[in-house]
């Protein structure tokens, strides 16, 4: 992560990514994602449209990802002393004309998220698909414009690096994540 940012193609085993794609697509509880920087949910199409099932551990397929990332967080700690605490995930599904517009991970004056991690679950993905994750740098220079391809893991600073997600032209799944330093 010199740049303050990677990406990781093939993060996951054939079988594992296999699982948590079949598991994403099947769900039939996903919410509306808010915005909020407190308990308050506040739901504003206009900035966000994406819809959302957090990660739980009593489910085995989902558990097998929240494993994976104990063990990043673990890496991450022991390479770059960050003193990450936990980590919080959820599956996220955006269906045509879904997108989210640039921001930030991390609230304003409040150090908690500190990186954040996107991994991809679609199995086949065109440019004319949409639904790319933009990365800028603080200046507002695109940095990357990553298609969200199968088994691709995104990990970047939370307050480091505003980004986006484009509209998509089908639907398009991942899960969102962040390690943080506050306590559970």
Same mark, same amino acid.
């Given at each position: 992560?010199?740049?303050?940012?990677?990406?990781?193609?093939?993060?996951?085993?054939?079988?594992?990514?296999?699982?948590?794609?079949?598991?994403?697509?099947?769900?039939?509880?996903?919410?509306?994602?808010?915005?909020?920087?407190?308990?308050?949910?506040?739901?504003?199409?206009?900035?966000?449209?994406?819809?959302?099932?957090?990660?739980?551990?009593?489910?085995?397929?989902?558990?097998?990802? %929240? *494993?994976?990332?104990?063990?990043? /967080?673990?890496? $991450?700690?022991?390479? +770059?002393?960050?003193?990450?605490?936990?980590?919080?995930?959820?599956?996220?599904?955006?269906?045509?004309?879904?997108?989210?517009?640039?921001?930030?991970?991390?609230?304003?004056?409040?150090?908690?998220?500190?990186?954040?991690?996107?991994?991809?679950?679609?199995?086949?993905?065109?440019?004319?698909?949409?639904?790319?994750?933009?990365?800028?740098?603080?200046?507002?220079?695109? %940095? *990357?414009?990553?298609?969200?391809? /199968?088994?691709? $893991?995104?990990?970047? +600073?939370?307050?480091?690096?505003?980004?986006?997600?484009?509209?998509?032209?089908?639907?398009?799944?991942?899960?969102?994540?962040?390690?943080?330093?506050?306590?559970?």
């Amino acid at each position: 992560m010199q740049k303050g940012y990677a990406v990781i193609e093939n993060a996951l085993s054939p079988s594992t990514i296999q699982r948590l794609a079949q598991h994403a697509t099947s769900l039939q509880n996903y919410k509306e994602a808010g915005i909020s920087a407190n308990t308050q949910l506040h739901i504003d199409k206009n900035r966000r449209r994406d819809k959302i099932h957090w990660l739980e551990d009593d489910n085995a397929v989902e558990k097998s990802f %929240l *494993e994976f990332a104990e063990g990043l /967080r673990l890496y $991450l700690n022991r390479s +770059l002393f960050l003193g990450l605490h936990y980590y919080e995930a959820h599956f996220a599904k955006y269906e045509v004309g879904d997108f989210y517009e640039k921001h930030l991970d991390a609230f304003k004056n409040s150090k908690n998220r500190v990186v954040t991690t996107v991994y991809y679950l679609n199995d086949t993905w065109q440019q004319s698909d949409g639904g790319e994750l933009v990365i800028y740098d603080k200046n507002d220079t695109v %940095l *990357e414009k990553l298609l969200p391809t /199968r088994n691709t $893991l995104v990990v970047f +600073l939370s307050e480091e690096f505003p980004h986006e997600v484009l509209p998509a032209n089908k639907t398009r799944h991942s899960i969102a994540g962040w390690f943080r330093i506050d306590k559970v």
